[in-house]
């Protein structure tokens, strides 16, 4: 069956409203450029996991902040960077967190450690920081959990991820990082829409 | 003597105390309404541990301060009696107060409380250290009296008459001149009046303190007078976890079905004697981090199965480092077991279903199934970044702080501990902020002036770093 233009459009419009019911409306960074990005591939919705390059040192963290500054839902931070640092609380809530949503704890292994926050939706983000190791069975586990739960998961890299190992199960693959000497930061997209973009610092901090 | 009609109110962003003393009449069995932890001190005095039930009763307050809850709560429980009860730090605070006390309620961190507290007088030292000596052990209680005349004596001689009045004593100063226990009972008596730092994210796994109970306290529990248990001597030898889960389960229903006061409880520590193959007993200690309903957990007991498996697997580390040179097998087998509840808070008197979940309800169930606490954060006002922040609290003081905005390039992380930073080679220095020191708060040698400054290495890794006024460079962050 032929649909013609009228009815094309109208059944559009019908997907389109179904699939906000569905999802609700895209989790937003409030950068217009990065939200662009994102929206390539739909939006940052809660089933769905990021895998995000930021080596330390680099700031590439502070850009998922963005994301998570107006969300109104309680989240994880599974920290494990090197055991000599600490969070450092203020620093987040000067970034626009709501330190009563926010959690952490310390895992190198959230698979198996923290197997429970996976199993239920008590926490609708997931941030795993530098997780240590992550086998192709922890992966699926996660992935479908994550879907089953309706989670968002950030998956953070101390490394710059490349194109010469993808990931099937994670939405994007984005690299992050901050030039202090242009002031900007750079984003290189990998998967979800493949493509580079820089953002003034001054934005980033200030919006 | 009346039921409080002072006015009580906890400092800005401080917690309630953790512990509360109950002076009186009472039976240690009605204090379990309160708290799953209690000891009696003495025949006149009961102390309750409310570090593991805090985050229960600030979900039962639902959004009333703490203080005024227990206010009412004690009211309701105990009625107009002649009870005297106090908030504290530390236990020995609590049973000093108790010893002075003329109100029937006080509470430590609020002004009135730390004023009265602060007033006290060495005369009310001598009965609750006697008492104290009927806690430590028996062969010590000799050198301890001893120690405690010389420790009059010296106060007799010196004129002194009040703690506060010589606060620049350290403890160990006091432990080398009158022995261990009173130079921890110094310490004691100061608790929560010294200033707090963050403590650190816990590291390893299963090393979690489940409250922040004083391990060098004498603690004495006060067990349940009927402990419920249920024993079980398994057909065959069990080696795999996912083999002991059913008969666990089973166990755990028959408990249930047996006891039916624990359907009104909300348990804190099941303590799992473990029957192994050598027939060598181990104890597991399945703690909750948070008071639990086993009632709601039934029947499928997923919450209890975590932290089960969580000791279990911790005994079977600590069997298998014994035992490494000998040819066992990989996991000694299981031949039977015997679980008991030790712990329990009595909710009897709470109608639970009126009460609205939340986020701290969620998060209290996912505590009770992590191997280790969530940490969340609360601001203190300070400028000086190791001390700005701090486990949170009641009060959120969130980016009402004005000097959040002193500079706005803050890493997320900083270091534990402050190391010398030596600056080598090419490198890019942007100037951030400068924090000054706090001097109408007295010299603290730790927190003097710093220029902070925003270091880039050749690397281009960034890091935070402050210049004392001497000109010496310190690492305190990585921006990350």
Request: hydrophobic content about 40%; glycine content about 6%; some cysteine.
């Amino acid at each position: 069956m032929e649909l013609n233009t009228q009815e094309e459009a109208l059944l559009k419009e019908h997907l389109h409203k179904f699939s906000l019911e569905e999802k609700g409306p895209p989790i937003r960074s409030g950068l217009d450029e990065l939200d662009a990005f994102f929206l390539k591939r739909g939006g940052v919705h809660y089933g769905k996991i990021i895998e995000w390059g930021a080596p330390v040192g680099r700031c590439g963290r502070f850009m998922i902040l963005r994301f998570l500054r107006d969300l109104h839902e309680s989240v994880v931070w599974i920290h494990g960077q090197k055991e000599e640092l600490q969070v450092y609380a203020p620093a987040w809530a000067q970034r626009g967190i709501d330190l009563r949503l926010f959690y952490f704890i310390r895992s190198r292994n959230p698979l198996p450690e923290l197997r429970p926050l996976f199993l239920e939706p008590a926490f609708k983000v997931i941030v795993m920081d530098c997780p240590e190791r992550l086998s192709p069975g922890d992966w699926s586990f996660i992935s479908s959990k994550v879907r089953e739960n309706k989670q968002l998961l950030f998956v953070l890299r101390p490394f710059f991820l490349s194109t010469k190992r993808g990931n099937p199960l994670v939405s994007w693959r984005v690299n992050c990082w901050l030039r202090p000497k242009e002031g900007k930061y750079c984003l290189n997209f990998l998967k979800g829409g493949e493509g580079k973009i820089e953002i003034p610092m001054s934005r980033v901090r200030d919006t | 003597m009346s039921v409080i009609s002072l006015k009580h109110y906890l400092k800005r962003g401080q917690a309630l105390p953790s512990y509360l003393g109950i002076k009186g009449s009472l039976e240690p069995d009605e204090a379990f309404a309160l708290g799953s932890r209690v000891m009696q001190w003495s025949e006149e005095i009961l102390l309750i541990d409310l570090s593991n039930v805090y985050n229960y009763w600030k979900w039962a307050a639902q959004g009333e301060e703490l203080l005024p809850f227990f206010e009412r709560k004690l009211k309701e429980l105990f009625g107009e009696t002649q009870l005297q009860f106090c908030f504290a730090h530390h236990p020995f605070q609590a049973v000093l107060n108790l010893k002075q006390q003329e109100e029937s309620f006080t509470c430590l961190g609020t002004p009135q409380g730390d004023l009265y507290f602060r007033q006290q007088d060495f005369r009310y030292w001598e009965s609750a250290l006697e008492e104290f000596g009927k806690h430590i052990p028996s062969k010590e209680l000799a050198e301890f009296r001893k120690n405690i005349g010389r420790f009059n004596r010296f106060l007799e001689r010196m004129k002194i008459n009040r703690p506060f009045d010589i606060l620049n004593i350290k403890q160990d100063s006091l432990e080398r001149r009158f022995g261990k226990w009173l130079g921890r009972v110094w310490s004691w008596v100061f608790k929560g009046f010294e200033k707090v730092k963050p403590e650190p994210l816990q590291g390893d796994l299963f090393q979690t303190n489940f409250s922040s109970f004083d391990i060098s306290f004498p603690w004495q529990g006060t067990l349940l007078k009927e402990m419920p248990f249920i024993k079980r001597f398994l057909d065959h030898p069990l080696i795999e976890w996912e083999h002991m889960c059913e008969p666990l389960v089973e166990d755990m229903n028959k408990l249930l079905k047996e006891y039916r006061e624990l359907r009104q409880e909300r348990v804190t520590r099941i303590n799992w004697v473990v029957t192994l193959e050598s027939l060598e007993e181990k104890s597991c200690s399945i703690i909750f981090r948070n008071p639990h309903s086993l009632l709601d957990d039934a029947p499928k007991f997923e919450t209890f199965l975590f932290q089960a498996y969580y000791s279990y697997l911790s005994m079977m580390k600590e069997i298998e480092a014994r035992e490494d040179n000998l040819d066992f097998p990989i996991r000694m087998a299981t031949v039977g077991w015997r679980l008991e509840v030790q712990e329990s808070l009595r909710t009897a008197h709470l109608n639970e279903d009126l009460l609205s979940g939340s986020v701290s309800s969620s998060r209290m169930e996912m505590e009770n199934k992590l191997p280790l606490s969530l940490q969340s954060f609360g601001l203190r006002p300070s400028f000086f970044p190791e001390v700005s922040f701090g486990p949170r609290e009641d009060e959120y003081l969130g980016e009402k702080l004005p000097w959040l905005a002193a500079s706005k390039r803050k890493p997320l992380f900083i270091f534990n501990k402050i190391e010398p930073l030596v600056l080598e080679g090419n490198y890019k220095k942007t100037f951030l902020e400068r924090v000054s020191t706090i001097w109408w708060h007295g010299a603290e040698p730790e927190l003097g002036d710093r220029d902070y400054y925003l270091i880039e290495d050749n690397e281009g890794i960034m890091w935070w770093a402050f210049q004392e006024p001497t000109g010496g460079w310190f690492k305190h962050g990585l921006f990350s």
